[in-house]
């Protein structure tokens, strides 16, 4: 089900925006671009103009609105803070809140208060709450803020799945990238405005601009200036002055030479030199570099790579990376490949 979303607001921030939810949506963005605007707009909490719940008032719009923090009530158990979703007598809706914890796969603890429940089944008693209210629509305000890390990719997880479940399409704000990753369709907002929005393998392996990328968590993010092209190899050469190299980059046919342009690359596609005899990675942009920094991530590693003034991470098997004899010091070659980098002329050109 795709629902288009077009909103004007303009207190507390002046916002306009138009994107469309379909399935799990994760509208992406960093603080104080307005991702909690938009939400609190659809359900009617402030003024603005729009569709598709602009004429009607706040308790007749068809949304069920989840809170950072969920915003349990700590003294009523379970099924009581999803019976407030009715208001009057709450021992009169027992068996309807307890049906509705039973959806959410709490049924056995609907007698429990907030302070003896999980993160995760806290979040899960809010969404029982916001689906008594029957939503088209539900509205998740930074459903991550209050996991921690170990915990937060298999909530996540359970959340999307639950909500395919259910079949309602839901909107969920967040800075989280990992969010993003696991939706149905991503949003992305900057700068107060949708500037992309597709399919997460689409968005993540295209983003449109240097400010999408640092919304989807690209680590290398630098600046550049075209020296020349190269039409004929489908290549451009950029003059990378923080490390003092060149690097040659898809064709950039609409850019001129000096023209600044913004380049990134992801730390998967920054690569050490092969221990397979007679295998070369290419010859394409090698970067002399010194290792810096290193962070164990299990069965690999990141490794922080000083090249000139500028910092490049790199992510590879630790296998890989004790094979080599690299640490903390080392000097080594890597390379970043022409068609692994990606490339958008420089946003205030």
Same mark, same amino acid.
């Given at each position: ?19 469309? &939810? ?22 009617? #909490?402030?003024?603005? $103009? ?27 158990? !379970? ?48 969404? @029982?709450?916001?689906?008594? +209210?029957?939503?088209?629509?539900? #509205? ?6 209050? *996991?921690? @890390? ?26 989280? !990238? ?14 107060? +405005?949708?500037? $992309? ?12 601009? !240097? !400010? ?5 968590? &690209? ?6 200036? &075209? ?9 451009? #050469? ?13 064709? *950039? ?7 600044? &342009? ?8 920054? /690569?050490?030199?092969s221990i397979k005899p007679g295998q070369s990675a290419g010859s394409e942009n090698p970067l002399s570099c010194q290792v ?13 790579? /000083?090249?000139?003034? @500028?910092?490049?991470?790199?992510? @590879?098997?630790? /296998? ?30």
């Amino acid at each position: 089900m795709s629902l288009p979303v077009s909103l004007r607001v303009r207190q507390p921030i002046s916002l306009d925006v138009d994107f469309e &939810v379909r399935g799990f949506t994760a509208l992406l963005g960093a603080s104080g671009e307005g991702k909690s605007t938009v939400l609190k707009a659809l359900a009617g #909490l402030i003024p603005s $103009q729009g569709t598709p719940f602009g004429n009607l008032p706040p308790q007749q719009r068809p949304v069920g609105y989840l809170p950072q923090g969920y915003a349990l009530f700590p003294h009523l158990r !379970a099924w009581e803070n999803v019976a407030y979703a009715w208001g009057g007598r709450l021992l009169a809706r027992r068996d309807v809140a307890v049906d509705l914890l039973q959806s959410v796969g709490l049924g056995q603890q609907a007698e429990l208060r907030p302070s003896q429940l999980s993160g995760g089944q806290q979040q899960r008693v809010a969404l @029982a709450r916001a689906l008594a +209210r029957h939503p088209q629509v539900l #509205l998740l305000d930074e459903p991550t803020s209050a *996991l921690d @890390a170990n915990t937060r990719d298999d909530v996540l997880a359970e959340l999307v799945s639950r909500m395919h479940e259910l079949g309602i399409p839901a909107l969920a704000a967040t800075h989280d !990238a990992s969010l993003a990753a696991m939706s149905d369709w991503v949003v992305l907002l900057s700068d107060r +405005r949708v500037i $992309q929005q597709g399919p997460p393998a689409e968005v993540f392996a295209h983003p449109a601009s !240097a !400010a999408a990328a640092a919304l989807l968590g &690209v680590r290398n993010r630098f600046s550049g200036q &075209v020296v020349q092209h190269a039409p004929e190899r489908g290549l451009t #050469l950029l003059h990378w002055a923080q490390a003092d190299h060149s690097l040659w980059v898809p064709l *950039l046919p609409s850019s001129n030479i000096g023209d600044g &342009v913004d380049w990134a690359v992801s730390p998967d596609d920054v /690569r050490l030199p092969s221990i397979k005899p007679g295998q070369s990675a290419g010859s394409e942009n090698p970067l002399s570099c010194q290792v810096e920094h290193s962070v164990v991530q299990g069965a690999s590693a990141l490794l922080a790579l /000083r090249c000139g003034q @500028a910092r490049l991470w790199l992510r @590879a098997p630790l /296998r890989l990376i004790t094979h080599l004899g690299l640490h903390v010091g080392s000097e080594v070659t890597v390379q970043a490949r022409p068609e692994h980098l990606l490339c958008w002329p420089r946003a205030s050109d």
